[in-house]
């Protein structure tokens, strides 16, 4: 990799999209800025040039294609080969299945799962030829675990999840220089509860526990430098939920009705006016920038033990069987 990285975040106008480009621009690399935006992509733009990075935003909607394949060529022409693709970009709407509309289900879906096979594509295109670079797949805990109120999500990512094992398992069998990698995020206080569109009578939260996005962003950077994990798990709350549904799915399911549609509303009503960013940007032309935090700073954790666990499992598990060895030992010279 080059001393000053290119890297290309799609999403990048708010939440973990905006603190990842804010992580890299500290780094000094050059930060190619995916987003529909205009607002938010230019304040993005200025986060990561003072920074110290080099920031070329893009206006693109990730559901098009042709508009992710042009922005690529532009990026590598402009800015120079990609090292680095994040795939960040997303919409979703929150209400029970039955109140989604077929074309709000299908905008979700060209959205958030389709935008990340096209950022996919459009980087491979680049990345095979040089047998060389990495893309980041931002997933969920919702990648195997399905919530209720949230089906139009839970999809998309359960469907980037099979996605990306599969495009894995080819690049394996090639031999291929390129790798890539997923990070299954949990709760985290991004602007999405304020824009995205929602049919619930009370105001949408995170599921607590809550985590700011720059842990999110220190997650991601660090699957970038170390791609060949399959995948990444961040906080406690994503390893217990992983865990509780690979060992007991159907008493989970009870759990989740019981208490998922209530944890995912705070007391307060809906805001008459929210935006809604499915069909158009939240921020329009002239409008507000969301930036990288939502509304729950004061509920949110700065940071998450087990993302330091979960680098060093290979460590924690070496001192665990060492332990376990001295255990039996001390044991066995006991009874003798």
């Known amino acids: 990799m080059s001393d000053n990285p290119v890297v290309v975040v799609t999403g990048a106008s708010g939440g973990i999209g905006r ?12 930060v190619a800025l995916m987003a ?4 938010g ?69 060209e959205v958030s799962y389709l935008g990340y096979v096209h950022g996919t594509m459009a980087a491979l295109n680049h990345m095979k030829p040089r047998d060389h670079g990495t893309i980041v797949q931002v ?31 080819e690049l394996l069998a090639e031999h291929s220089g390129v790798r890539v990698t997923m990070v299954q995020m949990p709760a985290v206080n991004t602007p999405q509860f304020t824009w995205v569109l929602s049919r619930l009578p009370r105001h949408a939260q995170p599921v607590p526990p809550i985590y700011q996005p720059e842990v999110a962003a220190d997650a991601v950077l660090y699957a970038a430098d170390h791609p060949r994990r399959r995948e990444y798990w961040v906080g406690a ?46 921020d329009g032309p002239h409008g507000h920038d969301f930036g990288a935090h939502g509304e729950f700073d004061g509920r ?7 993302l330091w666990a979960s680098r060093h499992h290979g460590l924690l598990a070496a001192a665990g069987g060492a332990l376990a060895a001295t255990a039996a030992g001390v044991w066995r010279r006991t009874r003798a």
Not at 19 to 30: E, L, P
């Open 237 to 282: 709350s994503t390893v217990g939920t992983l865990l509780a549904n690979a060992l007991a799915p159907g008493v989970l399911d009870w759990y989740l009705a019981k208490t998922g549609l209530k944890s995912q509303q705070t007391k307060q009503p809906a805001p008459a006016d929210q935006p809604a960013n499915l069909w158009q940007p939240a």
């Open 41 to 109: 992509l230019s304040a993005a733009a200025e986060d990561v040039r003072r920074e110290g990075g080099t920031s070329l935003p893009l206006e693109v909607d990730v559901a098009d294609y042709d508009q992710v394949a042009a922005a690529a060529k532009r990026v590598e022409q402009e800015l120079g080969p990609i090292d680095t693709w994040v795939n960040v970009a997303f919409t979703s709407v929150f209400a029970r299945f039955s109140d989604i509309r077929p074309e709000e289900f299908r905008r979700v879906t």
């Open 300 to 306: 949110a954790a700065p940071r998450t033990v087990q």
């Open 19 to 30: 603190a990842v480009a804010r992580a890299f621009g500290a780094r000094h690399c050059k």
């Open 139 to 169: 997933g969920s805990t919702l990648a195997y675990r399905g919530i209720p109120l949230q089906s139009a999500y839970c999809g998309a990512k359960h469907a980037i999840q099979g996605f990306n094992e599969a495009l894995r398992c």
């Open 36 to 39: 529909r935006g205009r607002k």
